[in-house]
């Protein structure tokens, strides 16, 4: 008995560095899908700015092809001053023109002001994006160290998964299979009992169970818990005589 509780301590102990493996390796994902999304926001807004500036040089060849179309308006209008032959028509063709000059003039003031905006705007850009070069640099560096340590643990976990299937080969059938149903459930599957007290759930097992396991040196399953128990002594190396 002491054997074939000895063969599924050692199967429970390959599951159980699994299970750490793969716990560990759990959170890179999630840490790389946090990355990705911190590079994805920081894209996005630089092309936010980006897009800023192409709407300020919309706003900015329109009101400069208004200042021109309404230039060339003016000179129209000055040339046809001297064709007018009554008072009234110079008048208000002269008014017009002062109207115009002063649009004119109004755009200019605003053209200023938008150079001034879109030379700032493309100064934002420029600055979003050295700093997003900086941080998409850190932040692939991250991903690649992450991705190799994935990469790192899925190749432990293929290796153990060879390891296990070797060491489950010498579990007695019966007693494999009870231990596979409980394992699917609960991890570890298998528990020893000490001075009474099943060391999954803390709870003591009935005084008889106990005596059994200790004298069979053998395995049943805690009434509380469900496990595979063992007492302790079953797995200590025998005094030498």
Not at 31 to 44: I, K, M, T, V, Y
Not at 74 to 79: H, Q, R, T
Request: charged share 30%; net charge positive.
């Amino acid at each position: 008995m002491r054997e074939k509780l000895k063969a599924l301590a050692e199967l429970q102990k390959v599951d159980l560095e699994v299970a750490s493996l793969q716990k560990a390796a759990d959170v890179h994902p999630r840490q790389l899908a946090e990355l990705e999304r911190e590079l994805g926001a920081a894209r996005s807004a630089i092309e936010a700015e980006r897009t800023r500036v192409a709407d300020i040089e919309r706003q900015k060849s329109t009101l400069e092809q208004n200042i021109t179309d309404e230039k060339d308006k003016v000179k129209k209008w000055e040339a046809r001053l001297a064709e007018q032959r009554s008072t009234r028509e110079y008048s208000a063709l002269a008014r017009e023109i002062d109207i115009a000059k002063k649009a004119n003039q109004t755009m200019a003031e605003e053209l200023v002001e938008i150079t001034k905006t879109l030379g700032a705007a493309r100064e934002a850009v420029k600055g979003k994006e050295t700093e997003f070069a900086s941080r998409q640099e850190q932040l692939s560096a991250r991903m690649t160290e992450l991705k190799g340590k994935l990469s790192q643990a899925e190749g432990q976990v293929k290796t153990l998964e060879g390891k296990r299937a070797s060491v489950a080969g010498g579990v007695d059938a019966t007693l494999l299979r009870r231990y596979e149903a409980i394992r699917k459930k609960k991890l570890p599957a298998m528990v020893g009992v000490v001075a009474g007290t099943c060391q999954g759930c803390n709870m003591n097992v009935p005084p008889q169970l106990y005596n059994n396991l200790r004298v069979s040196l053998g395995t049943d399953v805690c009434p509380s818990c469900h496990r595979i128990i063992y007492a302790v002594e079953a797995l200590e190396t025998p005094a030498a005589k």
